[in-house]
């Protein structure tokens, strides 16, 4: 992002990431993360979440254009309904804990998001999930350009690190 698109003038409220996560924590964790590692770089990340002041997290859009938009699906329909984010421009799309997505009900959500981003040839998506249900790679299917699985396995198993006696 430092390098891509400079001198681009865009408009307040117009990420170029976004991710979607389940859950406020996992918003604020994600935002933490991103502004440790941008830390000494000019890039912008806003987390948007339900339980926090509507109107701080207006005003934080309104102010400028954003880099990275860490959200939950409710809260961030809210803001593309009021017209105070612009998904058009995004070109990286994380769904984190997709799995978890699924099961506590959002996809409904986030199928009217991602019918606001552009098209999928002219985005990277990415799902992140503990497990590959077949619900998920079904989705996956759907939302992203030629689709690549990638398992990472621990490099030692946890079991074989303990010891266990039985008195």
């Known amino acids: 992002y430092l390098k891509q698109d400079q001198g681009e003038q865009r408009a307040p409220g117009t990420p170029k990431a976004l991710v979607i996560a389940p859950t406020r924590e996992l918003v604020i964790q994600i935002i933490n993360d991103a502004e440790a590692l941008g830390k000494y770089a000019p890039l912008r990340f806003i987390a948007l979440y339900g339980g926090m002041d509507y109107e701080r997290q207006r005003r934080k859009l309104e102010s400028g254009p954003v880099d990275l938009v860490a959200a939950t699906s409710g809260r961030l329909l809210d803001f593309s309904r009021q017209r105070v984010i612009d998904l058009r421009k995004v070109n990286t799309l994380v769904i984190d804990e997709a799995d978890r997505m699924l099961d506590m009900g959002f996809i409904p959500d986030v199928k009217q998001i ?40 621990p490099d030692q198993v946890a079991v074989d690190t303990v010891s266990q006696l039985v008195y």
Do not use: G, H, N, Y
């Open 114 to 153: 991602i019918a606001k981003l552009p098209p999928k040839d002219r985005r990277q998506t990415m799902f992140f999930s503990a497990t590959l249900t077949d619900d998920v790679k079904r989705l996956a299917i759907q939302w992203v350009k030629d689709p690549v699985t990638v398992t990472i396995e």
